[in-house]
Each structure stands twice: as C-alpha cells, then as structure tokens.
C-alpha cells in the first residue's frame, strides 16, 4: 500500500483517526470481509506514524470485534462487519452531519436536487 499523506486533527487521538481509516477501507471494501489487513508496521508506514500507534488502532479494532488475528498470519477483517459499520457510519451521518449539511444549504439556498442534477452556478 502506498502511503497516504494525512492530516490529523488535533481534536481526537491519532490512534482513533486511525482506527477511523481502516473502517472507512471496510467501507470502501479498500478492505474486504475476510481479506487481509495491512501488518501493523505497513499500517504505520502507510499513514506516517509509530508502529505502537498504529498496534493501539488495530488492538481497539479487535476489541470492538471488527477484526481478527489468523495465527501466525496477522489480521483479517472478520465477516459479515461492514453491514453493520454501515449501519452505524450511517446513523452516525444522519445524528451529527446532516443536520448542519442541510442547515448550510438552506443558508446556501441550495436544494439538494440541483447539486445531484449539476445544476449549481
């Protein structure tokens, strides 16, 4: 994997951006269900940072279940999470960034329509 420039925020450990990362990658499917992830230190490589900071975003990972270790082999993205991630990352939208997403669009006077249908000046 290439490495990704990235800019963290201040505002939230590093590790937690990090973990946020490889969620969005299940997401994407960048990492498949059952599909291998990156070894800590090609983690760490890839986004700029301390291997120990990227074996905390992996170790919170398998603690909320998302992953798992093959022994001998590393981890795995374990089956049947990204339905579930999609649920979550999608009442997680809908709570916190909609709601000022469509406040700013009123502002904006943008309708929703006219950005899908490329119709904005």
């Known amino acids: 994997m290439k490495k990704r420039p990235h800019k963290w925020k201040s505002d939230q450990s590093i590790y937690r ?12 499917q960048t990492y498949t269900e059952g599909g291998m992830l990156p070894s800590v230190r090609g983690l760490a490589e890839t986004y700029n ?14 603690r909320e279940g998302l992953v798992e270790t093959l022994r001998g082999e590393g981890l795995i993205v374990r089956n049947g999470v990204r339905a579930g991630l999609m649920k979550r990352e ?12 469509r ?6 006077e943008l309708d929703a329509r006219m950005l899908f249908s490329g119709a904005v000046e």
């Open 90 to 101: 999608r009442a997680k939208f809908l709570k916190e960034e909609w709601p000022e997403l």
């Open 103 to 108: 406040a700013r669009l009123a502002r904006l």
């Open 17 to 28: 951006q990090l973990m946020d990362e490889v969620i969005a990658g299940i997401l994407d």
């Open 49 to 62: 940072v301390n291997p120990l900071t990227a074996a905390k975003a992996y170790r919170e990972l398998q």
